[in-house]
């Protein structure tokens, strides 16, 4: 088991940027998942929004390619999502996962809300 805690969510202008970071609490799973932000707007599915595998390897929706960036600090057992020229269509909950073979880890979300 693992839990996800995420944190750096709230309200920003359009243009604006936020950190969101996620905090795994089980060294072994973070170190073999690859990691994930998704996002779930009212109304709409939750999307992908960027992945890093456990070797680097970076994952990102068209709609936040050059905007976004995801990182992860094996050392301390979090991944971060930098989000910059911020839109409104970006509000949404964000989702921290921690994708394994053997399943998911979600943690309980985060609201960003983007004003115009």
């Known amino acids: 088991q693992v839990q996800l805690v995420e944190s750096g969510g709230g309200l920003a202008q359009a243009g604006g940027s936020l950190r969101l970071s996620c905090a795994a609490s089980?060294?072994?799973?973070?170190?073999?998942?690859?990691m994930g932000w998704y996002r779930q707007a009212p109304g709409k599915e939750r999307e992908l929004v960027a992945s890093?595998?456990?070797?680097?390897?970076?994952n990102y929706a068209d709609s936040v390619k050059g905007r976004f960036s995801i990182d992860r600090d094996n050392a301390k057992n979090m991944v971060n999502l930098q989000m910059t020229s911020l839109k409104p269509e970006d509000t949404a909950v964000y989702y921290c996962?921690?994708?394994?073979?053997?399943?998911?880890?979600w943690g309980q979300g985060t609201q960003v809300t983007i004003a115009s």
């Open positions: 089980s060294p072994n799973i973070f170190s073999l998942a690859s």
């Open positions: 890093i595998t456990k070797g680097g390897t970076t």
């Open positions: 996962n921690a994708h394994l073979v053997c399943g998911d880890y």
